[in-house]
């Protein structure tokens, strides 16, 4: 089945830097590759979602890249406020349309700080 | 557009209590919906996939007699813990996807499940 690894497990950065989370998948099956954004006891939101025809896809602050050949892609936040500060999963799917089963990342905790 | 609403949002119950979670697509139909457990600082391990009018795919490891799952209508899929200990103590969250192709996945707000 479909493994994906996420990093960093825990990530800081100062208000307005970037900040990039990493996460590789074993199946060259998977096409579809959503982000998540959780924060404390509430539900995963889709933050942005990326299928595997494309390379890169853009939303505001917001951008994910992926390299198919590699199997990795990543999650990208430019000028990060606190209100950024949450977990995020990746995740991906053999579904262009996510209607297959998602296998979740680690998590990554973001905290933005002032 | 594409709410998932989910309830109850906590339970707090007695060990061999069955507690049963809804989970309802409010603005949209939804052939498949999708059950998580999340421990606490972990990611979501997908416990089950509940299509309308047939039986739910679990994966491995997931006791069907202990969680069942229905799903009897496009809107609504219930997850019932049966026979509940403190080992099922978890935050339970589902999920919803909606018709047709290129569909993502929606989640509920999860149901934190204490058993004492």
């Known amino acids: 089945g479909e493994n994906v690894e996420q990093h960093p497990s825990t990530l800081s950065v100062q208000e307005g830097d970037s900040a990039v989370i990493k996460c590789t998948y074993s199946?060259?099956?998977?096409?579809?590759f959503p982000w998540y954004k959780q924060e404390l006891g509430k539900r995963p939101q889709l933050i942005i979602d990326?299928?595997?025809?494309?390379g890169e896809k853009k939303d505001q602050r917001i951008a994910v890249t992926l390299n198919k050949t590699a199997k990795h892609f990543s999650l990208h936040i430019t000028e990060t406020q606190p209100e950024d500060s949450a977990v995020y999963f990746c995740?991906?799917?053999?579904?262009?349309?996510?209607?297959?089963?998602?296998?979740f990342g680690t998590g990554t905790q973001l905290k933005v700080e002032l | 557009g594409a709410v998932v609403s989910q309830h109850p949002s906590r339970v707090i119950c007695k060990s061999g209590t069955s507690v049963k979670i809804e989970c309802r697509s409010l603005?949209?139909?939804?052939?498949?919906m999708f059950w998580y457990r999340q421990f606490p600082k972990q990611s979501l391990m997908l416990m089950a996939t509940?299509?309308?009018?047939?039986?739910?795919?679990?994966e491995q490891g997931v006791e069907k007699d202990k969680f069942l799952i229905n799903h009897a209508s496009l809107t609504l899929s219930t997850l019932t813990v049966t026979s509940a200990h403190p080992e099922d103590s978890s935050f339970y969250i589902c999920?919803?996807?909606?018709?047709?192709?290129?569909?993502?996945?929606?989640f509920g707000d999860g149901t934190r499940l204490s058993i004492l």
């Open positions: 990326i299928r595997s025809n494309v």
């Open positions: 603005d949209f139909q939804a052939t498949t």
């Open positions: 995740a991906a799917s053999r579904s262009a349309g996510g209607g297959n089963k998602l296998t």
């Open positions: 999920s919803a996807r909606a018709q047709g192709g290129n569909q993502p996945q929606h």
């Open positions: 199946d060259s099956a998977s096409n579809y």
């Open positions: 509940s299509n309308e009018g047939s039986k739910a795919t679990y």
